[in-house]
Structure formats: structure tokens, C-alpha cells
């Protein structure tokens, strides 16, 4: 036993020199340690969430997306899926010069073609409320509020998008899997798909 007492005391007698030089790694080691668990508790967060509301945040169970028109076998089966009880949506995304007849004003705007079924989950926000359902009754359009800006237009005026027509019948505040910052390339339009 007094081997090991021995040692105890030859350690704390050499530990005089090195005790703040231990503190100081046991605190960079213990900051270390509670970084670590605070990142991964936060992914965990993260991934949690993202799984609870990912069909919401995409607007649907799954999406298909393609810079070009798709083959004609993928097509052929998107078309058939419908025949299988399947829900589709389609959207279409182009960019286009949008003007505004009475004042000439002319903007690059980032179009979406949406068919009447387009977001299967989550809420469209628009200004005046409940506006979403009317964009499929006619030559509608629904526009970011930026672009009612840079046009020094307002709701209720015609919107030309290459010779088509439509009413600005109101504003996009909120899309489920549409983000906001793609109006950064151009304010977005919604127009209804059967007119592209």
C-alpha cells in the first residue's frame, strides 16, 4: 500500500508545475467534447424535422426534374400513372420577359406552368387571401410582390408573357417546395399549365 501512496504523492508533487497546463487541456478537451454532442444534437433536429415535414417542403411524396422535355418512355410511364390511381402535378419552369401593358415596363420574370392539382401538400399563400384556387379559372396570373414593384404595376392589370395575356389577379407570398431565393434570378409567376 505505501508503494502506491508513494506514487500519489511523487505525482501530485511533479503535477505542481503542470496544473495549469492540465487545466487547460481538460477544458479544451471538455469544450471539445460538449461541441461535439451540441453539433450532432442539432443535426438530429434538423434530420428530424426535415422528415417530418419534407412532404411539405417539396410540395409532394416525390419529384422528377429535368432541364429538358423528358424522353418519351418517361412520358409514357408519368402519363400512365394516373390510369394507376396515382396523383401527378406538373410543373413547367421557363424564364420569360414579362410586360405590363400600361406602363411598358418589361422584367425578366421565372415563370412555373402549374397544373390544377400542383401542391399536393401545404398551404399557397397569397395577398388577397385564397387566391390559388381562382389561377385555374382563365388566363390568371399570380406574381411575387417584386415584381408588382419593378413593373409599377397592381393587381388587376394585364400581364403579357410572349402573346399570352393574363390577369394579375394576386401575389405569391408562400409556395410549398418553391423557395423564395430562385426570385433572386427573377420574380416568379404562376400561370396555369394549359396555356404554355
Do not use: C
Not at 1 to 7: D, I, L
Amino acid at each position: 500500500m505505501s508503494g502506491f501512496s508513494g506514487v500519489g504523492a511523487m505525482a501530485w508533487r511533479e503535477s505542481r508545475n503542470g496544473r495549469r497546463r492540465l487545466l487547460l487541456f481538460m477544458s479544451a478537451i471538455s469544450a471539445g467534447v460538449a461541441a461535439l454532442v451540441a453539433i450532432d444534437s442539432f443535426s438530429s433536429n434538423v434530420t428530424r424535422s426535415v422528415r417530418q415535414q419534407s412532404r411539405t417542403l417539396l410540395g409532394g411524396d416525390i419529384a422528377f426534374s429535368s432541364r429538358r422535355e423528358f424522353p418519351a418512355t418517361v412520358e409514357r410511364i408519368l402519363d400512365s400513372l394516373p390510369r394507376s390511381g396515382i396523383r401527378v402535378s406538373r410543373v413547367t419552369t421557363f424564364g420569360s420577359m414579362a410586360t405590363v401593358t400600361h406602363t411598358e415596363g418589361t422584367r425578366y420574370a421565372q415563370i412555373r406552368a402549374v397544373t390544377a392539382e400542383y401542391p399536393f401538400y401545404g398551404v399557397i399563400e397569397t395577398t388577397p387571401a385564397r387566391r390559388w384556387p381562382e389561377l385555374h379559372r382563365g388566363r390568371n396570373a399570380l406574381v411575387d410582390p417584386s415584381l408588382l414593384i419593378s413593373l409599377d404595376a397592381n393587381v388587376g392589370d394585364s400581364l403579357s408573357l410572349g402573346f399570352t395575356r393574363f390577369a394579375i389577379i394576386g401575389t405569391i407570398e408562400s409556395v410549398p417546395g418553391d423557395p423564395g431565393i430562385t426570385a433572386a434570378l427573377g420574380p416568379r409567376v404562376f400561370i396555369p399549365a394549359q396555356y404554355i
